[in-house]
């Protein structure tokens, strides 16, 4: 039940995306929320088997809203990133909201130069180097600012779970 609530949160989240994409007007300042979302999983040291096969969940419906795009490239990218999030979390044992942003911005570069390079692998079309630089860095800020905010959300859902295993082994 618990790993269904996550789900649902990536799914929300991934739909706000998708929402987003529609009404920004550039996608420039459009955020990466679920990047966000599986880096807090990471941070938050969710058990790697689980927190990789809820980003490859999570990672489908992200393929599936994006028309156009490569299937399973956005689950690889997440359950990569997902699992280097808690590599770094274990090695580094930082928690302030500082680290979660700059590796909310430096996860999102790593994301963005990933697909970037599978997919000049695989479709063989490579855009001007200039105008994906800017969109790679723009959208990086963007989902560091939107990050904390994302962390908090999935931070609360978390809480309500461990409050309310309390209140069962409690009575």
């Known amino acids: 039940m618990k790993n269904l609530r996550f789900i649902g949160l990536g799914v929300a989240l991934a739909l706000v995306e998708s929402a987003l994409e529609r009404v920004l007007p550039l996608e420039y300042l459009m955020p990466d929320l679920v990047l966000a979302f599986v880096l807090y999983m990471g941070l938050a040291g969710f058990n790697a088997a689980r927190g990789a096969a809820l980003a490859f969940v999570v990672g489908y419906f992200v393929d599936a809203l994006q028309p156009g795009s490569p ?51 695989f479709e063989r079309h490579v855009g001007g180097l200039e105008p994906t630089v800017v969109i790679v860095v723009t959208r990086a800020g963007a989902t560091a600012v939107a990050a904390p905010f994302v962390f908090a959300l999935a931070r609360r859902l978390e809480t309500k779970r461990v409050a309310r295993r309390e209140e069962r082994l409690a009575v």
Do not use: D, Q, Y
């Open 71 to 121: 299937i399973c490239l956005n689950m690889f990218v997440l359950v990569s990133i997902f699992l280097l999030s808690r590599l770094l979390t274990a090695r580094l044992l930082l928690a302030g909201m500082v680290f979660h942003v700059a590796l909310a911005l430096v996860g999102s570069v790593a994301s963005s130069l990933i697909i970037m390079g599978l997919r000049a692998i």
